[in-house]
């Protein structure tokens, strides 16, 4: 229907009277739902012009923008050393194999929970009021009871999504032009977030139990930081989790330099819960900023999250929060307490976290059997990252683009290291797509990195047979 819409549009001048869905009724014979449904999707398209009371019209083509010179802009803004890389941040091309995304495939989202749960949040009309600064109550109130302790909903302030939860945090506790102890590799996102604010990032290196404390005592006393960024479970992309031991040392040492730590706690549901840790912040509530998302969990654009605080600290991050946006959107917040308080929500949890496991091992499998010469240093269990080291040879920005070209997208290591990197290496996720397609993908990836390696030894073999002529010469 929509489609033989489409097509009487294309032969209509702009500014046409469509006939009435009556009429269209009629003529099609067809449902006037059915037709109110094609027409309302080719205004959602631009092509129509509905006007209520007067009837549907052809909608007037976008005027093609000519060249334009922008240069000018340059001068007024200024060099920008360190710009953030975008390219992680993008979506893939169409019917590509996404092993680069952190959010859930449909398959695994609660798209009918979530839908459920808008339904019936949007016919209360409460739910559309402006809301305070901090949040909805019953959802601080929530995320308090699953962090547990002695956080109480007057601790927590809930924002726009992980990405805004660390903008806010590091806006907060580093001044600009200051330096954030980080380990390395670390989240692309906050390195991101780091460098748009004007901030150095510090790196630090790390191991299979998470941050060094030598290294981090040697790095903080260097650099003089007085914030530490570290995801002690699970962390993207390594996978690794600070170990019980070395988390009482990082508190000590943070302790003694005086420093805030950050724990961005992305993958709390990701993992099984028997390998879970509790938070660092149990041990440091008054150093230790919290941050939670709901987003990996649920649905892309159910971007709620929070920042759990005390003290005067608190206070800055709900006036920069106030500043940056008032509130968070009530109807988001009524939603996403619906979804985590409904008696669907413990079975999908622990259905994903079911699925990311099965996924997490055929994957580490694959690329250990399939890829000769890679290197999956750590194989976790949690989380959805899986850090893989290239075979000897392959270049990690030839691979992804190699890859990307047969369809499958991979994250360029670089992204993921604050200062050098120490290798060839790509990120891949295993949350963005179904375990078949996990599968034939990494097949895909084990064809690229083999024809990558032949190009490159028969490009020595050339190399060599030209010295070797050039040396007889």
Same mark, same amino acid.
């Given at each position: #229907? ?25 003529? =099609? ?32 083509? =976008?005027?093609?923008? %000519? ?39 449909? /398959? ?48 927590? +302030? ?30 692309? %996102? ?7 604010? /004007? ?20 790095? +903080? ?39 805030? $730590? *950050? ?7 990701? %993992? ?7 938070? #660092? ?9 919290? +941050?939670?998302? +709901? ?17 005067? $600290? ?5 006036? #920069?929060?106030?500043?940056?946006? #008032?509130?968070?959107?009530? *109807? ?7 979804? $985590? ?7 999908? @949890? ?37 850090? $893989? ?31 050098? @990197?120490? /290798?060839?290496?790509?990120? =891949? ?12 993908? *990494? ?6 990195? @083999?024809?990558?390696? @032949? ?19």
């Amino acid at each position: #229907m929509t489609e033989a819409l489409r097509g009487h549009v294309a032969k209509l001048a702009p500014g046409s009277l469509l006939p009435s869905v009556r009429e269209w009724t009629k003529a =099609l014979s067809v449902s006037p739902v059915t037709v109110q449904r094609a027409l309302s999707q080719l205004a959602r398209e631009g092509l129509l012009d509905p006007r209520p009371g007067v009837g549907t019209f052809v909608a007037a083509p =976008l005027v093609a923008r %000519g060249p334009r010179d922008d240069s000018w802009q340059l001068s007024v803004l200024g060099p920008y050393y360190d710009a953030p890389d975008g390219r992680a941040f993008e979506l893939p091309p169409p019917n590509h194999s996404d092993l680069g995304t952190g959010y859930l495939d449909r /398959g695994l989202q609660p798209i009918e929970l979530v839908s459920r749960a808008m339904r019936r949040c949007a016919s209360r009309p409460h739910a559309w009021r402006r809301l305070q600064v901090e949040g909805l109550d019953e959802l601080r109130q929530w995320f308090a009871r699953e962090l547990g302790g002695e956080t109480s909903g007057s601790d927590v +302030l809930v924002v726009p999504g992980g990405q805004a939860a660390l903008s806010t945090a590091l806006r907060a506790l580093c001044p600009a032009g200051g330096t954030v102890v980080t380990e390395s590799p670390t989240y692309f %996102g906050a390195l991101a977030a780091m460098k748009a604010l /004007g901030l150095r990032a510090w790196p630090v290196a790390m191991d299979q139990e998470g941050v060094r404390p030598e290294a981090l005592e040697a790095a +903080l006393a260097a650099s003089s930081a007085r914030v530490v960024y570290l995801q002690p479970q699970w962390a993207n992309p390594t996978g690794a989790s600070l170990s019980l031991q070395r988390r009482s040392a990082v508190l000590e040492l943070c302790a003694r330099a005086g420093a805030f $730590v *950050i724990e961005d706690d992305y993958a709390k549901d990701l %993992g099984q819960t028997s390998a879970a840790r509790a938070p #660092m912040v149990h041990y440091g509530p008054g150093r230790v900023v919290y +941050l939670r998302t +709901l987003t990996k969990l649920t649905v892309p654009s159910l971007r709620v999250a929070a920042i759990v605080a005390r003290g005067p $600290v608190f206070a800055r991050l709900r006036a #920069m929060r106030a500043a940056e946006d #008032m509130f968070l959107s009530g *109807i988001l917040q009524e939603v996403a307490l619906e979804v $985590v308080t409904s008696h669907g929500w413990q079975a999908h @949890k622990q259905a994903v976290r079911v699925a990311i496991e099965a996924r997490r091992s055929l994957a580490v499998s694959a690329i250990r059997e399939r890829i000769a010469g890679a290197r999956v240093a750590h194989a976790p269990d949690g989380g959805f990252s899986l850090w $893989v080291e290239l075979p000897e040879g392959v270049e990690e920005h030839a691979f992804v683009r190699a890859a990307l070209a047969a369809g499958v997208r991979v994250n360029e290591g670089n992204a993921w290291f604050p200062a050098e @990197k120490t /290798g060839e290496f790509v990120r =891949l996720s295993v949350a963005g797509c179904s375990i078949d397609e996990l599968d034939r993908g *990494i097949t895909t990836l084990a064809r690229v990195a @083999k024809s990558l390696q @032949k190009a490159r030894s028969r490009e020595a073999d050339v190399r060599s047979r030209l010295s070797s002529r050039s040396s007889r010469s």
